[in-house]
């Protein structure tokens, strides 16, 4: 049972079409890297995404229903999913000298990530099909997401995670009722197990990349952003990129505004990379050609990622948008954090401030103009990763004496009065 | 310079007047013990707090400026404070046979805690009077919210911190750009030099207790919460307490929706402490005698106060609601944090769990009925206490072989499948 607007799925590798309920992943014909592209009869859907249509209409994921592949939008997820807040930070501007910068605070989802978006149509699609369990594996922010998101509907997950995990982020997990299984093993061992188990005991699969419908749920963030706006587009949006499957996601967004005749041209994505994991933006640079690196490694934990499993559609997406990819160092990301906490007020987790040490390299290098309407994507929350924003830190408190007698002197000595 | 409609500050303790701008922060007579009332034209202030005014009022906390200590509500800053969401968890009402319970997760504020709230009105007072600097004494989620909010407009922030605050903590406000001084010695010397400060250095304070401005930001939530129930209010709305600064805050909003006319009876107001940390409760028992317990102790961080800083406005306004305070044991505590997030997807931190420990009580001791209306309030986002969550767990993750070959059997070994 789906959205009855859902007119096909297309690979976004060989455009082979399929019909709405022939297939449940990943195109057949090219395998795992055959993520599907959900369309829509655009005609139909065109009313009700209307700025007009839209300003009447509740806040939350459900004012987008015409285009999302669900039957019925009462099987979102109670909780408030989406309806971020867009800032136009004037001090990180001046700092910046970029007075046209904006950030999208994602980090205030229910589960403090971008991610509750692709997961609340991932439970909404299952309720509508009369599942109850989902998988998924991960580490991070997306196993949370989706525990958190299915506790309050009552569906069950079971997360493969790898043995290593951080016991914070298992501790997300369990905390919302989640069963994680502890794999013997690396993140792709995980992953593999999870598509076992999905193979063999029909579990409905999360996995990034490989579940066509939550592309569908991360291109609300540009759907948002266009109506943030003012009904209309920034010139450029950035985000931190890994596996590729945000920046697809917006890009699909915008697309899909395209299509409906609501924006002419989309904005240009800039996906930024550590340059510890920069598969993508490789790739883009040579042909398209993706190259693993089961070495990647990066601080910002969210986009250190070896193997991008949403490669096709990210690099399809940045290309088509007019934009492109850029990689910045890790040192440069730390400091991008702690200026977006100290400049905004906006705590991102690493991964959620790499875009911002993107705009930061692309001004310096005069790659965009500082002028440009400008808007970054905070994909995830810093209170995911206080060790991470530790490491970021290059101040540090100052130790005083009890006795008030000696305030005044200390602060003197700190030079602080 | 303040909102016009501001008629006097009136004592807690003594119920002695003063004019608006006659008195800063606490009565003299009564001392640091003697909090304000902030008392307003209710009459002038009516006509913009009917539901139909704000039913066009722009979402945040200036669509209740007429009933706030400010001069400008552009000053309140830019960050996306209050308008959180209120859930009616089916699932968690269901367990509890509670069908008419309701939650307000207050974690879904920037900075991740109800604190926000009363950091914005202390912001835009500041702004208010060209004050570029704003000091207290904290090591939780008062101080991150202070350097949150004033990061997002350019304030200054000094906060004195005890030596043994957790680094995680300290992490945040460093993150925000606040100068941290860590005193060597206790909270309370921390406060005391901070009290100092103020008196000696004229910098702006925002302990609690203190500043009586931060009671109106606090109250914001009690006007929210007849918005989000439609406009009226919840039979009950049970919360932590542990200096009684929120309590007191809830009681402010509701009471002063009552001189608008717009309820006729306040919700009773519960007020739940950890048995390891309840002044309050003990006081409410005792004639409002308030006896300081100097080892009080809970593993709810944030409501572990010895010496509460707002006891006259708490037990006084529980009193007025015709509520009570009830206590809890940690374990109890501990087994509501879980329970929160498992049956309805809200990851509160402990402090933030503890009015659904207290409501259980309640419920099992027919202290209340269980088709009462009933919200309870999650004062704080899970997120920022990883560790105190790890100590609520009862189960852990499994661990199983990376051999895919082997996953059938060891689901079967689980129950899994």
Known sequence: MKNLLVTEMRCA???????????????????????LEVLYDYGQAAPSMQPKALRQAKPGLSRYAAI???????????????????????????????????????GQNPTGSFKDRASAICVASALDNGIDLITAASTGNAASSLSGLCASVGLKTIIFVPEHAPQAKVTQLLMFGATVLKVRGTYDDAFELSMQATAKFGWYNRNTGFNPFLLEGKKTAALELWEDFGYRVPEYVAVGVGDGCIIGGLWKGFKDLQRLGLIDKLPKLIGVQAEGSSVLSKAFKNGDKVVAEPDADTYADSISVGMPRAAAIALKGVRDSGGFFITVPDSKIMEAQVMLAKYSGVFGEPAGATPLAGIRRCLEEKLIDHQAEICVLVTGNGLKDISGAMKSLTVSAYSIDRDPSKLETSLKELHIV
Do not use: E, F, W
């Not at 590798?13 to 993520?35: M, V």
């Open 13 to 35: 590798l060989c455009q082979k079409s399929y019909q709405p309920d022939q297939i449940r992943y990943t195109c057949p014909d090219c395998g795992t890297d055959g993520i």
């Open 68 to 106: 999302l592949p669900i039957a019925n939008p009462s099987h979102l997820p109670p909780l408030r999913v989406g309806g971020t807040p867009l800032y136009h930070p004037q001090r990180l501007g001046h700092l910046l000298d970029c007075p046209n910068l904006y950030v999208k605070d994602d």
